[in-house]
Every structure is written in C-alpha cells, then in structure tokens.
C-alpha cells in the first residue's frame, strides 16, 4: 500500500484552512507542528498484516527552549484538537490505528530559531506498574537550582520532582503515570514557582485533594498528602532547617473506595 502525497496534502489542506483554522491563526509554531506531524505519520508508517500500514501511535516534537517556553502551556488544548484529526486522516488515508496518538512536546537545546523535528512510533509507550515517571522530560527553564521533592506513591513507590513542572493522570505521555481507574487522563500538575512547590488541578472529573480538602490551587508543603482518585501522595522535599524532620512511618495507605 502506498499512501500518496498529493491526497496527505489535499487533508492536511483541510485542516489547516478549514476545521482548526482558529487554531492554527493564534500560533505560526503550531501550524508547522502540524505539517510536520502529518508528513511523520506518513514517513514513519510501518506495514502491518495484509499489506496493510500502520500509522504512529506517539509523535516526539521537538522544539527549541525558547518555543517549548511559549506552546507548553498550550499544549493539552492544541493534543485534544489534534490528536483525533491525526487519527481521522489515517484512516482517510487507508492507515491502521490502535487509537489517538499521544503528542508529547520536547526540547531540543541544538535546535535554533523556529526549527522543528518530529519522530514517531508505531508502538504507544506502555503503562508502567511501576507509576514511576515517563521517559518525557520536558524542559522548563528551572530556577537556579531546584530543590529536592518527592511523592512517595501508594506508601511504597519513591517518585523524585527532577523538573520544574510535572504533569499527572493515566495517559503516557504524563510525567508521573497512575494505573487509577478514577485519575483523569491528565489530572494535575505540580509547579514549582515563587520558590514554591505548588499543586494545580487540570478540571480533572474527581478533583485533586490534599489533606482532605478539595483544591483547584494549592502550595505544597512537607508531608502533605494528594488524594488523586483513589490514589494517594505524600508530598516531601528538603527542608532549609534541619532540626526539621518529617515521619511518614505511621502512614497507611488503602486504595478500596472508602465506605
């Protein structure tokens, strides 16, 4: 099967002046992102059983420091516009799916102006059990020096804050991945900002709590615990005074739906 460039074209067109044009006039950048992921999806097409192809399920954007800075924010809004309109024109173009493809926004420090690279997988990244943080770092220009955080997950899985924002919920392409039936595909996010670690909720279907009490923003401090679903974090990280201790050995943790 061979996916001919002109019909791409023809509804990558489409896309672009027509079904998310609003979307494409507020940023140049993201115009181009797209373009490149369309084309990646069909460089990177990979033949399946039958003669049949099979389109990416994970597309890398690559990005310089200084344009990550600006799309980062936008990002969730443009992958939830997007992502289905990849997935409707492989389908157009005779492609086999596994389903939406997860866009994940990198930095690359070597790019410069407003260059872009995009790669892709046939292959979706698989949940970890583990919860331990996915392979996608973005870059975020860090304070000075961080500070060292951490979740403890579930009493039992160490999760170290290495960057300054951190995105959590089920789909992959989070930074900290919960296997929680409940936690939305992406549920929240933590900052760290005014010398802060903070705790923002992404109108997540459950909420976001912390020490019992439900947040949309929320300053994170030592020994704090986030119920996110039916799971929960203890929140920790080095305290400037060292006569300061923090014991989380009476802690327990349950993940059955409280009665």
């Not at 059983?49 to 310089?64: E, G, S, W």
């Not at 492609?95 to 866009?103: D, F, H, I, N, V």
């Not at 704090?224 to 943790?253: A, C, K, W, Y």
Request: hydrophobic fraction near 40%; aromatic fraction near 6%; glycine fraction near 6%.
């Amino acid at each position: 099967m061979v996916v001919r460039f002109d019909m791409l074209e023809r509804l990558l067109a489409d896309l672009l002046e027509g079904r998310l044009v609003r979307l494409f006039t507020k940023s140049p950048s993201l115009r181009q992102i797209t373009v490149e992921l369309a084309h990646a999806m069909k460089n990177y097409a990979m033949p399946g059983i039958n003669q049949t192809k099979l389109a990416p399920a994970r597309y890398d954007v690559f990005v310089t420091p200084a344009d990550f800075t600006k799309l980062h924010q936008g990002w969730s809004e443009y992958r939830a516009q997007v992502a289905p309109e990849l997935q409707r024109i492989a389908g157009q173009l005779g492609l086999q799916t596994s389903g939406e493809p997860a866009l994940r926004l990198m930095v690359d420090p070597s790019l410069s102006g407003t260059a872009i690279r995009v790669t892709a997988n046939v292959k979706a990244e698989s949940h970890r059990t583990d919860r331990q943080s996915a392979t996608h770092v973005g870059y975020v220009p860090p304070p000075t020096q961080l500070p060292k955080a951490f979740f403890i997950i579930d009493g039992e899985t160490h999760v170290p804050l290495g960057q300054a924002i951190v995105t959590i919920g089920r789909q992959t392409d989070n930074q900290i991945i919960l296997n929680d039936s409940r936690v939305s595909r992406y549920h929240a996010q933590v900052r760290y900002k005014f010398r802060r670690w903070m705790i923002i909720d992404l109108n997540s279907t459950v909420g976001t709590v912390v020490n019992g009490r439900r947040v949309a923003e929320c300053v994170l401090r030592a020994g704090d615990v986030v119920l996110l679903g039916m799971t929960q974090l203890i929140f920790n990280e080095e305290e400037s005074n060292p006569n300061r201790t923090v014991n989380h050995s009476t802690d327990t943790f349950s993940r059955s739906p409280k009665k």
